[in-house]
């Protein structure tokens, strides 16, 4: 039996004996390497306008081959889609698609954009990324993800060159990032590493009494600012999901605040109002 290995993707540094899977239930211990057993899973798929991703000063008006995998190196209670990132290989239906047949979907459809990794978390299985992204972006295709933007420095140094956007979410403060089991400075680090090599939003999904303090906005806005003024930033509102119960946000509240972010940035959008 193999030693334990560290899983050095993410923030977690889940310590795995042979065979154990990490926090993101996704990786495991395969004869001591951190392995994503997600690799090629599919359990999404669909052709989406880029601006449901959300991304809305890249190629609009265009739609894209958005895929997912199963699981997540957070623990969000208000996730979305938590029948994927909450799953493992048990507990939701998915098909293997290999690299070479996910290029093959990617390239079939001349006026496809090209592939989104969506969905669930689809940075804890970056090889599989890389690995599509070689086939295809040759052929002229954009590589895009959706992500918590919360995995190791190495991990971003390997994927960035093959990525031409991403939308990062920034959920809240750090007293947020705890509850939900993340790192407030590992986004913003991922944010400011990324916003010079490729294009980068921002998507805040706006919570009552998490996360719509004015205050947060305005020194969110202010620190994307100091990156780059022409960040777009998209506060979404939020509905109740899982297992947050707590009232949709009131779309007057996203407008306000968009109003205070807007004074710092120059592309401030509402999503879900």
């Not at 001591?32 to 997600?38: D, F, I, K, L, T």
């Not at 972006?137 to 991990?155: E, F, H, M």
């Not at 993340?182 to 991922?190: E, F």
Request: aromatic residues 10%; glycine residues 6%.
């Amino acid at each position: 039996m193999s030693e334990p290995v560290r899983c050095e993707v993410c923030m977690h540094h889940c310590l795995l004996s042979e065979g154990q899977y990490g926090r993101c239930r996704a990786r495991r211990n395969e004869n001591g390497r951190s392995v994503a057993v997600n690799y090629g899973r599919i359990t999404s798929m669909a052709m989406d306008p880029i601006e449901k991703k959300p991304l809305m000063r890249f190629h609009p008006g265009t739609r894209i081959l958005s895929i997912g995998s199963y699981g997540c190196n957070f623990s969000c209670p208000f996730c979305q889609n938590s029948m994927i990132s909450m799953a493992d290989q048990n507990s939701v239906d998915w098909c293997f698609i290999d690299a070479d047949a996910m290029a093959a979907r990617v390239l079939e459809t001349p006026d496809n954009l090209g592939i989104a990794f969506t969905y669930n978390e689809p940075m804890i299985d970056y090889e599989y990324i890389i690995d599509v992204a070689r086939r295809v972006k040759d052929q002229g295709k954009q590589i895009v993800a959706v992500t918590n933007g919360s995995v190791s420095l190495p991990v971003w140094e390997k994927t960035a060159p093959y990525l031409d956007a991403l939308n990062i979410d920034l959920k809240g403060p750090a007293s947020f990032y705890r509850e939900i089991g993340g790192s407030l400075n590992a986004v913003k680090d991922a944010i400011a590493y990324c916003h010079d090599r490729c294009h980068v939003e921002v998507t805040t999904l706006v919570i009552p009494g998490k996360n719509d303090d004015e205050q947060f906005i305005r020194e969110e806005a202010q620190w994307l600012a100091s990156l780059d003024p022409d960040i777009p930033l998209i506060l979404s509102r939020y509905f109740p999901r899982y297992h947050y119960q707590i009232p949709a946000t009131d779309p007057r509240v996203i407008y306000h605040l968009r109003d205070i972010a807007a004074e710092y940035l120059n592309d401030v959008y509402t999503g879900n109002c």
